[in-house]
């Protein structure tokens, strides 16, 4: 598919680039950094939708046909990165100035997460959790991240969750469904 400029593979059992997607690209489109990141990076469109203004892209996903298609995009559109599969921050190390996340976010009753491109376990905080926990070791000074999210689960949970580790947040792009809010949380630290 062609999403702003560039074209974009999606493999069988990949995300497809959503609303979520755009709304991301769309946040985060007057950024530039020296090293940036994109964790749970799906097809890779978030970070390549910037990656001309990043001097050093890194892009993780625990579905190691996601991490094949984010890199197969990134050669087709002329740019590098270095793709990991991993969980979350765990196979990173150092700090990076911007680093970007759509994970999966939507509550999934009471078993263990039923698919791992949606579904962000019973009350949908799964992974946003512990990202907000784990992001200021990652951050350089300075850095910036930004985190999708859904009215679903807890826009201003996440928000206290973040002040409580020291990061300054806030709500920076939005986006009203008839079931829903998607909304982008900015955050850095605080000074
Ligand atoms: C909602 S999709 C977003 C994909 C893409 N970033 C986008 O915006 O279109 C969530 C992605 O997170 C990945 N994922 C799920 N759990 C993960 C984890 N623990 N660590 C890294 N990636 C994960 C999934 O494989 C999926 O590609």
Redesign the pocket.
């Known amino acids: 598919m062609r999403i702003r400029g560039l074209e974009i593979r999606v493999f069988d059992g990949?995300?497809?680039?959503?609303e979520?997607?755009f709304l991301?690209m769309d946040a985060v489109s007057g950024e530039r950094a020296a090293r940036g990141l994109?964790?749970?990076?799906?097809?890779?469109?978030?970070g390549l939708s910037i990656a001309s203004r990043v001097g050093e892209m890194v892009a993780?996903?625990?579905?190691p046909a996601?991490a094949t298609n984010t890199l197969l995009n990134y050669r087709e559109n002329g740019m590098t990165a270095h793709v990991v599969v991993?969980?979350?921050f765990s196979p990173l190390h150092g700090e990076f100035d911007l680093i970007l996340?759509?994970?999966?976010?939507l509550p999934d009753g009471d078993g263990a997460p039923a698919d791992?491109?949606?579904s962000g376990g019973a009350s949908g905080r799964l992974?946003i959790d512990r990202f907000i926990s784990e992001v200021g070791d990652f951050m350089s000074p300075g850095g910036r991240a930004y985190m999708?999210q859904s009215s679903l689960n807890g826009i201003h949970e996440s928000i206290e969750r973040a002040e409580s580790e020291g990061l300054d947040a806030q709500v920076v792009g939005r986006r009203d469904f008839e079931f829903e809010s998607l909304v982008v949380i900015r955050m850095i630290r605080k000074a």
């Open positions: 990949v995300y497809p680039p959503s979520d997607t991301l994109e964790l749970c990076s799906g097809t890779g469109a978030v993780v996903d625990l579905n996601a991993g969980d979350l996340m759509n994970p999966p976010y791992l491109a949606w992974i999708l």
